[in-house]
């Protein structure tokens, strides 16, 4: 079992940037992050395998960058130019095995708790 521990989540206005971290417990391969709003389905915006193999949903593509220190066993989520939609919980997510074919990860293995991010117009 891994655990995985978020931080960095809080309140911002628009157009300023905020860095989520996801610290694991363990050795993973695939790490991502996820979001989720009320009533909506929780969705991957960045996954990533090693320091230059990622994948981002068209949403964030150029405002946020995923990266991954293995020997930490930490990932990262630099966010930059957010936008009242980008609000959410944001969780980490991690998978043993590799991300997939087009690198998005869509079945983890583990889950972090979550972190909220507001962002206010």
């Known amino acids: 079992q891994v655990h995985l521990m978020e931080s960095g989540g809080g309140s911002v206005q628009a157009e300023g940037s905020l860095r989520l971290s996801c610290t694991a417990s363990g050795w993973t391969w695939c790490m991502a992050w996820f979001r989720q709003v009320p009533g909506k389905e929780r969705e991957v915006i960045a996954s990533?395998?090693?320091?230059?193999?990622?994948w981002y949903a068209d949403s964030v593509k150029g405002r946020f960058t995923v990266s991954k220190d293995n020997a930490k066993k930490t990932l990262y989520l630099e966010m930059n130019m957010l936008k009242p939609e980008d609000s959410a919980m944001y969780y980490c997510?991690?998978?043993?095995?590799?991300?997939?074919?087009?690198?998005?990860?869509?079945?983890?293995?583990?889950w972090g708790q979550g972190t909220q991010v507001t962002v206010s117009s």
């Open positions: 997510a991690a998978h043993q095995g590799v991300c997939g074919t087009d690198l998005r990860l869509v079945a983890p293995n583990y």
């Open positions: 990533i395998e090693d320091k230059s193999n990622a």
